[in-house]
């Protein structure tokens, strides 16, 4: 991560918006923040989107995910929801897919990682979702609204599953 404009990023404080606890049977509107960068990762996250549409009602998911790269060495896989390098201004804020995500009227963010680059920390902060939720973030934990203590050894998977029952199971004030 670039230290600079990441310590520029820490500094700033969180964004103003209206604050509003969600759980999935009261979302319809969902973004989800990863960093599924192969086709098999992509494939899972995709598979997760559909069945939280299925299971909860959600009527609309956008997700965004950063790849390290330029255009010409972008996977044809990769949809129009990946931020790339070149998608990075000088201090490191995206542009592109990132301006379409943070358009969205979200409901619910839920960031998928135990850690994002400096590109996605720039999204999470910026976004006006109703609620954003995480594990505990080595960096910017105040853009948050529920936070969950890491588990070492803890799979993404795992991970996302805890998040989703809580979400599912829990009437937030």
């Given at each position: 991560m670039d230290s600079f404009n990441a310590q520029r990023l820490c500094k700033k404080p969180?964004?103003?918006r209206e604050r509003a606890g969600r759980?999935?049977?009261e979302t319809r509107r969902l973004g989800l923040v990863h960093l599924a960068n192969t086709p098999g990762?992509?494939?899972?996250i995709n598979r997760l989107a559909r069945s939280l549409q299925e299971e909860y009602g959600i009527g609309h998911i956008v997700q965004l995910?950063?790849?390290d790269g330029k255009p010409e060495d972008a996977p044809?896989?990769?949809?129009?929801?990946v931020i790339l390098r070149t998608d990075l201004n000088f201090w490191g804020r995206p542009s592109g897919a990132a301006e379409s995500f943070l358009g969205a009227d979200l409901d619910l963010l839920i960031n998928l990682e135990g850690e994002?680059?400096?590109a996605l920390m720039h999204v999470v902060r910026d976004s006006l979702a109703g609620m954003k939720v995480a594990v505990r973030q080595p960096f910017r934990n105040e853009d948050y609204d529920v936070l969950f203590e890491p588990?070492?050894?803890?799979e993404r998977t795992e991970?996302?599953?805890?998040?989703?029952a809580f979400l599912a199971n829990t009437k937030l004030i």
């Open positions: 969180p964004i103003q759980t999935l049977h990762e992509r494939d899972t995910s950063w790849l044809e896989w990769r949809g129009s929801d994002l680059p400096l588990v070492e050894g803890e991970r996302t599953q805890r998040i989703l």
